[in-house]
Each structure stands twice: as structure tokens, then as C-alpha cells.
């Protein structure tokens, strides 16, 4: 009898299994969202990557370009002081 009494007066501090299967569930719930917000920032930071190599190509191509336009432009910069240097004086 001394046993069952001082088990049932310790029953009141340890959780129920209906309050342990809901705390078990509410973690459940907590671990979906956690995994669906990890996919989308996965799936944000793909994106973002895309994104970067795509400027990084952008800005290769716009540095060819320059190079490209500098040395054309030097070209007729030549070209030009070339033809008024042949020009006689007056």
C-alpha cells in the first residue's frame, strides 16, 4: 500500500503520455518548418549563385569589350595624328 500511495503522489510531477505525444507532435510540426525554411534558403542561395555567375560572365564580357574599344580607339587616335601631322603647315 505504501508503495502504490508513493507512486501515485510522484505521478503528478512526471508528464502524461497525452501532454508527451503533443510536445512529441508540436516537435514534429517545429521540425517541418524548420526543414521547408532550410529548402527555401538551399533553394535561395542556388538561385543566388546562378545569379553571381551570371554577372561574373556579364562583367568578362564587358572587360573584353573595353579592352577591345580601348585599343580601337587608340588605333584611330593614331590614325588621326598621323593625318594631320601630314598635312602641310601653313
Do not use: H, W
Not at 28 to 44: F, G, I, M
Not at 54 to 76: A, D, G, H, N, T
Amino acid at each position: 500500500m505504501c508503495y502504490g500511495q508513493q507512486r501515485r503522489s510522484l505521478s503528478p510531477n512526471r508528464p502524461s503520455r497525452t501532454s508527451n505525444a503533443l510536445a512529441v507532435n508540436t516537435l514534429r510540426v517545429r521540425l517541418a518548418e524548420t526543414e521547408a525554411r532550410l529548402e527555401r534558403a538551399r533553394a535561395r542561395e542556388a538561385e543566388l549563385t546562378r545569379r553571381l555567375e551570371e554577372m561574373k560572365r556579364f562583367v568578362s564580357v564587358m572587360e573584353i569589350l573595353e579592352s577591345y574599344l580601348k585599343q580601337k580607339f587608340l588605333q584611330q587616335q593614331d590614325c588621326v595624328a598621323r593625318f594631320f601631322s601630314s598635312l602641310p603647315a601653313k
